[in-house]
Nanobody, 123 residues
């Protein structure tokens, strides 16, 4: 059974920092691409940052230079270091793991989500 368990969310003042963690079981980060998404009420879930199985990273423009994604393949743990937080960063942050593969010529995708962790940034 696959589980993604986020931790590290909380309340912080603008300009502060938080570090989110996502501990995974049942999958391997050496195969799955992993990332962080965030969602506010009434809006879609948006990509914050992701890292491929090979270690390449990608960030939303709004967090470039402030957030850093990293992972520990041996521990199957994903991190998001968030610095210089802004009130607009307030959201529920979700850990995501995804693996695209082909079976008999048909593309397939295996996707898993964590339960989310609330990040609130006060002004």
């Amino acid at each position: 059974q696959v589980q993604l368990v986020e931790s590290g969310g909380g309340l912080v003042q603008a300009g502060g920092s938080l570090r989110l963690s996502c501990a995974a079981s049942g999958i391997s980060f050496s195969i799955y691409g992993v990332g962080w998404y965030r969602q506010t009420p009434g809006k879609q879930r948006d990509l914050v940052a992701r890292i491929t199985s090979g270690g390449s990273t990608d960030y939303a423009d709004s967090v470039k230079g402030r957030f850093t994604i990293s992972k520990d393949n041996a521990a199957n743990t994903l991190y998001l270091q968030m610095n210089n937080l802004k009130p607009e960063d307030t959201a529920v942050y979700y850990c995501n793991a995804e693996w695209e593969f082909v079976v008999l010529g048909i593309p397939k995708k295996s996707t898993f989500w964590g339960q989310g962790t609330q990040v609130t940034v006060s002004s």
